[in-house]
């Protein structure tokens, strides 16, 4: 079940950061470097939450302790605070160069991770 659970994760993350590079990929060819570059912070702004919990996870899963519900909403509330805290600070920090839709596009992208595996058949 460890691994099976730990293989899971890592699938996860990997499809997110796939689905980020594509959304990033696409808004490169629509709007040049700086849409791909906003695109790919905007990936980053959901993705580097979902590594930290997802680290978090797996260092729970292989240290033998029990997972606890308590334990998981913390962490689930604490990745999207992180989240959150990166959306403002961007938008607190524009100054002009960043591509609002691919930005949006890059977090959707990543949102979705998901749909990748689903159509892969690799869904944990």
Known sequence: MTQRAARGIVRTLGAQAVM???VA????????HTAAL????????????NA???LRLLMRLFSGKTATVGAFFIGEMLKLGTAL???VGVAWLDTGWLVWLAFLAGLLGV???????LALGKLP
């Open 20 to 22: 980020g590079v594509v």
């Open 85 to 87: 805290v990166l959306l």
């Open 52 to 54: 930290l919990f997802a």
């Open 111 to 117: 949102l979705k991770g998901y749909v990748l595996l």
């Open 38 to 49: 906003s695109a790919l912070l905007g990936a980053a702004v959901y993705w580097v939450p």
């Open 25 to 32: 990929a696409v808004a490169w060819a629509v709007g040049g």
